[in-house]
């Protein structure tokens, strides 16, 4: 993108030593002891230090929730938007600025239900992203109400004491549905194998959806069964779409790994100047 | 995919690992303690404080056998751990809490020890090599003694007052 | 006989037709011709609610100064046919001295239009365009009214020569032979009315908005199609690609706001356009903006309000929405261009401030200057030493959201090797880190109140016509006036201040360009002691009352605000203001 204002292009050259501590700020996290999202977080680090990937070579976006929080526990450019908005803002970072690395994070509320269409749209463009959903089938921050992803018998909620009684959004199902050229599953209880899948997504060329198990130990307790209840998902990646349609809805939504990647073109604006604003105006002459 | 039941046949995998395990204990000591500071519980953050600093004396001792061996780069996810992430760090079965009290916290520390002295063990009896099997063997025996310090503390620690309750509801944030 | 006017005063005829009768084009045609003729002009469309074939009128004023809006009344009405043109009456307003071209095959001139008492002058329009092989009937008006206002037959061959050369020779020739037709109507032809000048533009709000966008430095749009704004982003997407920039079609305006929140945190001067439904849904994003301290402009094109309101129209009712639509304390800019040319300078000017003072700028228009085509002088290049403050090398103590004297702290961009934040809208300290305490609530509220109250804005925050009160001199009649106004309102005002003039009062015009923060001590000086009389083209005064809450009105201010969807007219403002000041 032609501006002053750019750095120059090309990912900056860290001294190979950045270890994954490296990349820890000295903030100190708020989540709650026991949080998946500590799993989430250590595997984002290994993941970048595995990839080499700079400080200022990558920004991070996110939107509201406790998931949301994590850009600050990075050191690197980060944005902590709005709530269901984190997607958009990576998108047009990303438009101007093909040359960092963009990593968006967020929760299940702010990603599948405020979020969801921006959910949506970012699968179909296919622009060079990762986008890791950090799913406890809960709304932690504002203390416990139901999400998109919760059973709908789940009746802990004082917002919805009989439960929602509506069946639950499928991330992975859609993500392929709206055309996501890559989706993984990961569990943050699992954080070596989320590493593999982060430095996979990350290298993905195109958008790379990542849906993480990570427990909410304060509201959702019986999450805790979820380290007996994830399982490698039985069957290879596959590229076939379809193939892979059939895979994820016999999922029992517990199955880790690679789903589906597949290479599609990648969205990106690439223009270079080839007029100037005197030639335009030139044009406006009847 | 790695089997986590390959063997270790080198003493430079097997220091690669040890590293791991300390490194990894160490950060996961200093985030708990970092999550026991922000949640205010002072005795038990620093409980955890104290136990990452002898997670890297111990990490410092595998490194000193390691001078001028060169460790291979294992990629996380190739670590030969028999549970998902190191043996000191994520096969827990006692989950932090912030009300944790410091036995509970040596309790968390004694489990993550009993399962570094297993991957230890596990090499010592099922490497191919015997100079891995004595190594392993060795830092076995390190183990038990960590397992053993803490079983001492424990007993120190044994009547302090249990966890206490929060009387306050879950709080909003932002 | 012709129009007869004195050479100074401009010439309005309108064109109306239902079905495919090619009013708009005839008008295009006619308002080029002006043009090729040395004169001002301005074009404004209506229609009915079809995509195609619904009845539509093209209303054109030209003349040899500039036209700044569509005057009172039409001197000329070419109907093609009588389709439904009772929608027209509000919008096209006849006189006695009034001439209309009516077709006997299209049958009797409609009675509302004969009760204005005008000259009805029968044209065989389909029959001279049947003569010609594939002649159209429109094409035959645009002869007519021509010779009648005077253009020259050669720029009236010239102007239909460009404007269909994409249809083929057989229709450009078919075109022109219709138009000398038409041209013959008047035996006696009135001596050409030539204006004095070349090398004007030709160019629709929306456009001049789009080149103000690029003058100020914008580079990535991202945006929603929505009515009235959709053509400044097409004219955009193709020449932000030349330029090396983009546009990105979003999936809505919630999209929009934030895709731009994202690439000016990238570095990019960014800017999207939407009316007022589209503003509504943005509005957290504005905040977003404001509280990140991230610059972004949002165009809005004002259409008639509210909610879904009157898409195809305009009105000047979003002022409110633009100056208290965040939730918090929350100061931002907010501009508004006075016409179709001064389109270009405030645009530029607010991607300008945005970019210096790291905020959001709403910039409004309306549908009347955005859809409406005029001819004007270029805009004077626009030059202004403002832009982003970035810290040049990494500092190790870089606090992004620092106080500073002035207020603005500089904006570290990623990819930037040293120190890095994370923006925003939490508040915040100094340090960017999330914060409830009293202190950086308070202060970063200050820092972000006092970047916009302590920068000089020089003097671009208004137009001010007419001088002091003793330029009347000594035949001024009763107190001295001071016309407000801001947006599409400013031409009408103009005209009348003129006729108010002529009458011997005293009458000083100010057109505020900058609307917030208001330059409250600039805008007294200005009234002195005048008497001020605010005028608007919205329900509910709302210029009047921010002005009155930001004291700078006081309590012998009079509002004269009346909302669309029709045009203020110079002659309704005068009366108005005669009768409100009972002079």
Redesign the interface.
């Known amino acids: 993108m032609a501006d002053t204002a750019t750095p120059p292009a090309g990912r900056a050259e860290p001294p190979p030593t950045l270890k994954?501590?490296d990349y820890k700020s000295k903030v100190?996290?708020?989540?709650?002891?026991?949080c998946g999202h500590?799993?989430v977080l250590?595997?984002l680090t290994?993941a970048l230090a595995?990839l080499q990937i700079g400080k200022e070579a990558h920004a991070i976006i996110s939107g509201?929730g406790c998931s949301s929080r994590l850009p600050a526990y990075i050191d690197s450019f980060g944005f902590h938007g709005l709530h269901g908005r984190a997607l958009p803002v990576a998108t047009g970072l990303k438009a101007a600025r093909p040359d960092l690395t963009v990593l968006v994070v967020g929760g299940d509320g702010d990603g599948f239900s405020i979020g969801g269409n921006h959910f949506l749209h970012a699968c179909r463009r296919n622009m060079d992203m990762t986008y890791i959903v950090m799913d406890n089938e809960v709304y932690g921050?504002?203390?416990?109400q139901a999400s998109p992803t919760t059973q709908p018998t789940w009746s802990h909620s004082k917002l919805t004491p009989h439960g929602t009684g509506v069946r639950r959004f499928q991330p992975a199902a859609i993500a392929l549905a709206a055309g996501a050229s890559f989706i993984a599953r990961g569990?943050s209880?699992?954080?070596?194998?989320l590493?593999?899948l982060l430095?996979q997504a990350i290298g993905h060329p195109g958008f790379a959806f990542v849906h993480v198990l990570s427990p909410c130990?304060?509201?959702r307790p019986e999450q805790?069964a979820w380290k007996q209840q994830v399982h490698p998902c039985q069957l290879e990646p596959t590229t076939d779409a379809a193939h892979a349609a059939a895979l994820i809805q016999r999922d029992d939504g517990m199955a880790t790994g690679l789903l589906y990647a597949e290479r599609l073109p990648v969205n990106q604006p690439r223009n270079e100047p080839d007029t100037t604003i005197a030639e335009i105006e030139a044009e406006l002459l009847p | 995919m790695t089997n986590a039941h390959d063997p270790i046949d080198t003493i430079a995998e097997l220091l690669a690992h040890a590293l791991e395990l300390e490194h990894e204990s160490a950060?996961r000591y200093e985030?708990?303690a970092?999550?026991?500071?922000?949640?205010h519980n002072v005795t038990t953050a620093e409980q955890f404080r104290h136990l990452a600093t002898l997670s890297h004396e111990h990490a410092a001792t595998v490194e000193e056998r390691a001078v001028g061996i060169e460790l291979p780069r294992i990629?996380?996810?190739e670590?030969k751990?028999s549970c998902?992430?190191?043996p000191e760090t994520?096969c827990l079965d006692h989950?932090?809490?912030?009300l944790?009290t410091r036995v509970e916290a040596l309790h968390l520390a004694l489990h993550n020890e009993r399962r570094g002295y297993d991957f230890y063990a596990q090499v010592a009896s099922g490497s191919n090599s015997p100079e891995v099997r004595a190594l392993a063997a060795r830092m076995a025996a390190e183990e038990a003694d960590h397992i053993a310090m803490l079983r001492g503390w424990l007993a120190d620690a044994e009547d302090l007052p249990p966890r206490q309750n929060d009387l306050d509801p879950?709080n909003?944030?932002? | 006989m012709p129009i007869s006017k004195a050479p100074h005063e401009p010439i309005a005829i309108a064109f109306s037709g239902s079905g495919g009768s090619g009013a708009v084009t005839a008008g295009s045609i006619l308002l080029a011709a002006a043009a090729r003729a040395g004169h001002y002009g301005l074009m404004m469309r209506s229609a009915g609610p079809q995509i195609r074939g619904g009845e539509s009128a093209a209303l054109v004023r030209f003349g040899p100064r500039p036209i700044g809006c569509i005057g009172d009344r039409f001197d000329l009405l070419v109907g093609l046919d009588w389709g439904n043109h009772g929608r027209f009456r509000d919008e096209i307003p006849l006189g006695a001295d009034s001439l209309i071209l009516a077709d006997p095959a299209a049958g009797p001139v409609p009675e509302p239009i004969v009760a204005e008492g005008v000259e009805i002058r029968q044209v065989p329009f389909l029959d001279l365009a049947g003569s010609v092989a594939d002649g159209h009937m429109n094409m035959v008006g645009v002869g007519a009214a021509g010779a009648l206002a005077g253009l020259p037959l050669d720029a009236l061959v010239a102007a239909a020569g460009t404007a269909l050369a994409g249809k083929g020779e057989a229709v450009v020739s078919a075109a022109q032979a219709c138009i000398r037709l038409g041209h013959q109507i008047q035996d006696d032809a009135p001596p050409s009315r030539v204006g004095h000048g070349c090398g004007r533009w030709d160019l629709s709000g929306n456009e001049a908005a789009g080149l103000g966008a690029l003058r100020g430095g914008v580079r990535f749009v991202a945006a929603y199609p929505i009515t009235p704004a959709s053509e400044m982003l097409e004219w955009l997407a193709p020449r932000l690609e030349r330029l090396g920039g983009a546009l990105l079609q979003a999936e809505d305006e919630l999209a929009s706001i934030n895709m731009i929140i994202g690439s000016s945190f990238g570095g990019v001067p960014s800017l999207t356009a939407t009316s007022g439904p589209g503003l509504s849904l943005m509005m957290e994003g504005v905040g977003l903006a404001i509280a990140s301290e991230t610059p972004v402009v949002v165009v809005n094109v004002q259409r008639g309000g509210p909610s879904t309101g009157i898409p195809t129209k305009s009105e000047q009712a979003d002022l409110d929405l633009a100056l208290y639509g965040c939730h918090g304390d929350a100061p931002h800019l907010v501009l508004a261009a006075l016409g179709i040319a001064d389109c270009v300078l405030t645009t530029a000017w607010a991607v300008r401030l945005a970019e210096h003072l790291q905020t959001a700028a709403i910039v409004l228009s309306d549908q009347a200057i955005g859809q409406s085509r005029a001819i004007i002088d270029p805009s004077p290049p626009f030059e202004s030493p403002l832009r982003r403050i970035i810290p040049n090398g990494p500092e190790p103590d870089y606090q992004r959201y620092a106080l500073t004297a002035s207020g603005i702290s500089p904006m570290r961009i990623p990819g930037c090797p040293g120190p890095s934040y994370t923006a925003d809208g939490?508040e915040h300290d100094a340090a960017a880190t999330?914060s409830?305490l009293a202190a950086d609530h308070h202060c970063q509220l200050a820092k972000r109140h006092d970047k916009l109250a302590r920068f000089d804005y020089g003097a671009h925050w208004a137009e001010i016509d007419g001088g002091g009160p003793g330029d009347a001199g000594s035949d001024a009649v009763g107190p001295s006036l001071c016309l407000i106004c801001w947006g599409s309102a400013h031409g009408a005002v103009g005209e009348a201040a003129e006729r108010l003039r002529d009458r011997g009062l005293a009458v000083k015009v100010v057109a505020l360009r900058l609307i917030a923060p208001l330059q409250r001590d600039a805008l007294r000086a200005a009234i002195g002691a005048a008497l001020p009389l605010v005028i608007e083209q919205n329900a509910s005064g709302q210029l009047f009352g921010w002005l009155r809450a930001e004291g700078a009105l006081d309590g012998d201010a009079q509002s004269i605000a009346r909302p669309g969807p029709l045009p203020l007219r110079p002659g309704e403002i005068v009366a108005d203001v005669l009768a409100k000041t009972q002079l």
């Open positions: 994954a501590k100190k996290p708020i989540w709650c002891p026991g500590f799993g250590s595997a290994k595995y509201i921050m504002t203390k416990g569990f209880g699992d954080p070596n194998r590493t593999q430095v130990q304060t509201f805790k | 950060a985030q708990l970092d999550s026991m500071e922000v949640h990629p996380p996810w670590y751990w998902p992430g190191s994520d989950e932090p809490h912030y944790m879950p909003v944030p932002a | 939490l999330p409830s």
